[in-house]
């Protein structure tokens, strides 16, 4: 090539190029960035945002334990529906800690998940927490009951359960307590009509939501109670109100079958079920599932606790409520958008 | 339009001294709307990060810069923008020499192609690429089958960014090579140079600050994107998030300090862009610059004559 | 100044051929290039929203949520384009006419926004305007917050297309106008004008394209609330998270289309209006 003899006016514009390619070259050597192979021997876990915060905790813990000795993690976190589908998609991951079991269980079919994962003591249940009410602090709407919430003074703000897995519990929540309440489920419907009709902002997930009210927006937010207690350690000021009829959220823990480090995946798994590391999530607001971790801590006891086996579970209830087009969820908001 | 009405406000029947006057305060008036303007718009909201960030002094903000997800951040966003860069302008100049010097069948479609980065939202651009590689599309799933995964990993982010940032370099390219004609090619290719040579010896000296321009813009933008990285990247937290989606994982996680320190980081490397933009549109002017004026006569010096900068608004003595 | 007469159309360089010889650089490397990158997800993307057929595209686009989103989306734009238009034009015009210490300043900080990335203006917009503003100005989760967030980054738009125009604009011409007796209304209408309309709409053109799909400074500002303040791009985002691509395609399908069509139409009116514009 003869070109290679006349290279003495290269031009500012090749010396970029070639500057560029170095600095590429480089960079990709660059050992600081993120793998996305997991480094071998590392334990994935692939979390939802909320518990970041207990995890970062309970991972140094762990690895100062006979089993956890020596073992390195590598960590994720994001909204929990876009994680299931990070790693349907394959992202790498020993252990999933996903907001709710549809999350995982989806995940079942693909053989990235076992089939009986959630036969475990708890049901794959790692903790718990409950639907409440954030409201300003000492309330000054007198916000107590779901009925409050659509009072037309009050002004909502909760997560959109179309597009935020993590909402749909708030949904479900008010729906069952309606009918707790011994109304019928035309009654309840309606009710979640009117609910929705009182709601300011739909945020796409949880954290928009809080954040959201954080910012000023509304008189009440249905939030979780672990992140609401969050919310109020971060300094948002706000009051907890935990209605008397509200579902206990569930969230889901599971080993998966594609992992690299299988057996530290389910050493780890059993070591978050220790009462230490129950008492770690209990610290961060979450409800442990062992009910002598959660006798220590100070959980106010709704009267009427009910769970999404109470609505027939999540491959009943979800469809049911939440699907896009023909789902309770999508009418109501189809029939709000008409109106308005 | 209201400016031009103002400040031309006076009547060739009117006194000198009172035209004069008017036109000066006409003057004042609209340059003092269109500071205040630019006051409010863009200087307090810049500037109020800054407070907001220093607020704690720097301590929080060393804090934030050392963890390890603003640090996975960073690096990922720099390896990124290092690959989208050389794509975009080695691909760029190659697809605006076709454009413009080629004539082919569905060079109009090309053309046309070029644009559409522009005219798309990230949002639809990180969509696109979602449901031509994620795993339920038949490409998506034969990727991964070869255990390459696109969506949700690098090579997705990657791909986003290159198609974000497609257009700059050869929209910055076409108008200059235009511009240059071919005489210059033509007369070194008839006196025996060869393609190449004529390439580098020519073409390439004539369209440099075109190419860097466009470098400068594909810079900002691929540091920068956040929308169609978002959907491709699901915006996992140690994984694939960038410096934007940081700013945002941040933000919603209650860490003020930690979404302004990484917008500041942003914010400084969009100052460095602004800066090469300036040093560029000031080389354009050096119009007798020691480079050009070395090869006598050369595409090069002619281009300085006539450069269409993009900006050439920032002629100084233009006023 | 005289790149309208030097900008040579380039029909000799088919004769040319510069790089022939080779096949070097040739169209198929452009082809191929812009192929995988744009046109193959371009294409999925248009396949998507049609594959259901005519009646799901439409049930997906008239979703009132969705109508709601692209109407909104087009009014704002519309809004702030027309701001850009007037604000643009005035800025473009201090920026060439004007002089005063720190011009060079202002002039390069024009082009902050497209430096800054779009989230990072989006909270910078917040932390001014948004509840904790410090002046009390509070338009976070309203219209006016969307208006602002797009008033940001479309500033370059207008400005960078009239000032190059205005610069060029020879002042010999108003003048002689003035001194024949043609008042400002006149050279403002008969010389300015028609000379600065066809920059003031490609500006226009680019900045209303940019405004359809704007996400990343809009989405921390606007309170994402249905009917309200949900712009097409964050809805589409939603849908996305929502595992719904179809919808989300459906309703990208709308803004591709329309901004393509609002792009060419403007183009068109340009060539029209403009009387010395080179053939692009």
């Known amino acids: ?340 | 339009m209201t400016a031009a009405t103002t400040s031309a406000a006076a009547t060739g029947a009117r006194p000198v001294e009172s035209t004069a006057r008017r036109r000066r305060a006409a003057r004042l008036g609209v340059r003092s709307i269109v500071l205040l303007y630019l006051l409010l718009l863009l200087v307090l909201p810049v500037a109020m990060v800054f407070v907001r960030a220093f607020e704690g002094g720097i301590e929080p903000f060393l804090k934030a810069m050392a963890r390890p997800s603003f640090q996975s951040a960073f690096w990922l966003t720099i390896q990124i923008a290092c690959i989208t860069i050389p794509v975009t302008t080695v691909m760029g100049v190659i697809t605006a020499l076709a454009i413009v010097r080629r004539r082919f069948p569905g060079r109009w479609l090309l053309n046309a192609l070029v644009d559409l980065p522009f005219a798309l939202s990230p949002v639809v651009i990180g969509l696109s690429l979602f449901l031509v590689y994620g795993v339920n599309s038949p490409l998506g799933g034969w990727l991964q089958s070869m255990g390459i995964t696109v969506i949700f990993a690098m090579p997705g982010m990657v791909l986003a960014t290159i198609f974000v940032c497609l257009p700059f370099v050869i929209r910055e390219v076409i108008p200059v090579l235009r511009e240059i004609g071919t005489d210059q090619e033509e007369a070194a290719y008839t006196l025996g140079a060869s393609p190449w040579r004529t390439f580098w010896r020519v073409t390439l000296p004539a369209i440099r600050w075109g190419i860097m321009y466009g470098v400068i813009l594909t810079t900002a933008r691929a540091l920068g994107e956040y929308g169609a990285v978002a959907i491709v990247s699901g915006k996992l937290s140690g994984k694939t998030e960038t410096l934007t989606t940081h700013v945002e994982e941040r933000y919603l996680a209650f860490d003020l300090v930690g979404a302004y320190t990484a917008s500041i980081v942003l914010g400084l490397l969009a100052l460095v862009v602004l800066l090469g933009m300036q040093l560029l549109q000031s080389g354009r002017l050096r119009r007798r610059g020691p480079r050009t004026s070395d090869t006598p006569g050369s595409a090069g010096s002619r281009l300085g004559t006539t450069s269409p900068a993009p900006d050439g608004a920032a002629t100084p003595g233009g006023t | 100044m005289t790149s309208a007469v030097d900008a040579r159309p380039d029909h000799r360089s088919g004769v040319l051929g510069s790089y022939d010889g080779r096949g070097f650089m040739g169209p198929g490397l452009a082809a191929l290039y812009l192929g995988l990158i744009v046109l193959i997800p371009i294409t999925a993307l248009i396949w998507q929203s049609v594959s259901g057929g005519l009646d799901s595209f439409l049930t997906a686009v008239t979703r009132p949520q969705a109508f709601a989103a692209i109407t909104l989306t087009f009014l704002m734009s519309l809004g702030v384009v027309l701001i850009n238009a007037v604000m643009g034009t005035l800025i473009a015009w201090v920026l060439v006419r004007d002089d005063f210490p720190g011009k060079r300043l202002v002039n390069s900080l024009i082009d902050l926004p497209f430096a800054l990335p779009t989230i990072v203006t989006g909270l910078t917009l917040l932390t001014l305007y948004g509840p904790r503003s410090p002046f009390g100005i509070n338009v976070a989760y309203a219209p006016a917050a969307i208006i602002l967030a797009l008033l940001f980054v479309t500033l370059p738009f207008v400005v960078r297309s009239v000032q190059p125009v205005l610069l060029e604009l020879d002042r010999d011409m108003e003048e002689a106008a003035a001194s024949l007796g043609a008042g400002p209304g006149t050279v403002v209408r008969r010389i300015i004008l028609p000379n600065l309309v066809p920059a003031i709409l490609t500006g226009g053109a680019l900045a209303f394209a940019r405004c359809i799909g704007e996400f990343g400074s809009v989405v921390l500002i606007s309170g994402n609330i249905p009917f309200r303040t949900e712009v097409a791009s964050v809805y589409i985002m939603g849908q996305v998270e929502a595992d719904q691509p179809g919808e989300a395609a459906a309703v990208s399908l709308v803004l591709l289309v329309t901004s393509l069509v609002l792009l060419v139409t403007f183009d068109l009116v340009r060539r029209r209006v403009s009387h010395h514009e080179e053939p692009a």
């Open chain 1, 1 to 340: 090539m003869d070109h290679i003899r006349h290279r003495r006016p290269l031009g500012v514009g090749a010396l970029t190029i070639g500057l560029s390619l170095a600095i590429a070259g480089g960079a990709v050597a660059q050992d600081a960035a993120p793998s996305f192979e997991a480094a071998p021997g590392a334990l994935t876990l692939v979390a939802y945002t909320t518990p970041r915060e207990a995890y970062e905790e309970l991972i140094p813990l762990f690895q100062a334990t006979p089993e956890g000795q020596g073992v390195t993690f590598e960590e994720s976190y994001g909204p929990s529906g876009d994680q299931s589908r990070a790693v349907s998609a394959g992202l790498a991951a020993d252990v999933l800690a996903l907001a709710l079991w549809p999350d995982v269980e989806r995940l079942v079919e693909a053989g990235i998940v076992a089939p009986d994962w959630d036969e475990n003591e708890y049901g794959g249940i790692i903790h718990d927490s409950v639907a409440v009410f954030a409201v300003r602090p000492g309330n000054p709407k007198g916000i107590l009951t779901w009925e409050d919430l659509t009072r037309e003074d009050v002004v909502v703000i909760t997560p959109n359960p179309i597009t935020s897995g993590g909402a749909q519990w708030n949904i479900l929540a008010a729906y069952q307590a309606q009918i707790l309440a011994g109304k019928t489920e035309e009654e309840a419907i309606d009710f979640l009509t009117r609910l929705a009709s009182r709601v300011a902002v739909w945020d796409r997930g949880a954290r928009d939501a809080l954040t959201t009210f954080a910012n000023g927006q509304g008189d009440v937010l249905i939030a979780y109670e672990n992140e609401a207690l969050f919310a109020r350690d971060a300094g948002v000021p706000l009051d907890v109100v935990v209605p008397d009829a509200t579902i206990l959220i569930e969230n889901s823990l599971a080993p998966t079958l594609i992992g690299d480090a299988p057996v530290q995946g389910q050493a780890f798994v059993d070591f978050l079920y220790t009462p230490d590391a129950q008492r770690v999530y209990a610290r961060h607001h979450f409800r442990p599932v062992l009910p002598e971790v959660l006798a220590e801590f100070d959980f106010y006891q709704p009267p009427q606790l009910f769970t999404v086996a109470d609505l027939g579970g999540w491959p009943e209830a979800r469809p049911r409520f939440f699907d896009p087009n023909t789902g309770i969820m999508a009418q109501i908001f189809q029939t709000l958008g008409i109106g308005s």
